[in-house]
């Protein structure tokens, strides 16, 4: 029972293009949402968040959006560079007893020069 | 840089064994929670930690698996009589806050595997 989804296993981007990966969630108890960016043998990093009140977070070349009557958001990067090649883990979290994020299976995302 | 320390890095247990797995939160923070991930999936929530008490083990295996987070020292996950199958990568994660809006900071991981 995924209640975060990843559908995209691996996505493969050209440098400079836009990178645009998607995370669909089921429990509507979710109010916060995060973006996680892991290199091999290295703990996922926090990348950017977005809470349910807003529908638009924006970090320099990463940029989140929230649907949520869809239960949809997804993690732009603008302009693709090769260092950003790493699995990209989508995370929801809810204060409705559920603090603790959930998390996707991950995308591996492949930027090529 | 401070970050959250997990050691070892690798371990190599024999089937039957006891896994020790140790992780020291940023500086600052008293809030400890233990991941697994096993090959090919997202990060699986363990166990919730707070300086002396298990806030959340809903994520734990009832058997063989525990976890503590001393007064003093390193939060310790322990898994006795190991078998093939916590073969995976164990990460720690610490925060300042509890909350769903405080991103939590992981550790390298630790690499079980088992012979």
């Known amino acids: 029972d995924q209640q975060v989804k990843q559908n995209s296993p691996s996505l493969s981007v050209q440098e400079g293009r836009i990178s645009i990966l998607n995370c669909d969630y089921t429990n509507s108890m979710f109010d916060y949402f995060l973006w996680y960016k892991k290199y091999p043998a290295e703990g996922p990093t926090f990348l950017i968040s977005?809470?349910?009140?807003?529908d638009k977070n924006e970090d320099g070349r990463f940029t989140v959006f929230l649907n949520k009557s869809a239960k949809h958001l997804s993690l732009h990067i603008v302009p693709s560079q090769p260092g950003d090649s790493a699995v990209y883990f989508c995370a929801a979290a809810g204060s409705g007893g559920s603090y603790i994020p959930t998390f996707g299976r991950g995308t591996s995302l492949i930027v090529h020069p | 840089n401070a970050g959250v320390m997990q050691n070892p890095r690798h371990l190599v247990r024999r089937r039957g064994q006891e896994a020790r797995l140790r992780c020291s939160p940023m500086?600052?923070?008293?809030?400890v929670y233990w991941y697994r991930q096993l090959p090919e999936e997202g990060l699986k929530f363990m166990v919730y930690?707070?300086?002396?008490?298990?806030?959340?083990e809903s994520g734990m295996p009832k058997e063989r698996f525990s976890a503590e987070f001393p007064k003093e020292g390193p939060s310790i996950l322990r898994i006795q009589q190991v078998v093939r199958g916590d073969s995976a990568a164990y990460f720690c994660?610490?925060?300042?806050?509890?909350?769903?809006?405080?991103?939590?900071?992981f550790g390298d991981g630790t690499r079980l595997s088992i012979l």
């Open positions: 977005i809470s349910s009140i807003k």
């Open positions: 500086k600052g923070h008293s809030h």
């Open positions: 994660a610490s925060s300042s806050n509890r909350g769903s809006n405080q991103p939590q900071h």
């Open positions: 930690l707070q300086k002396e008490n298990i806030i959340d």
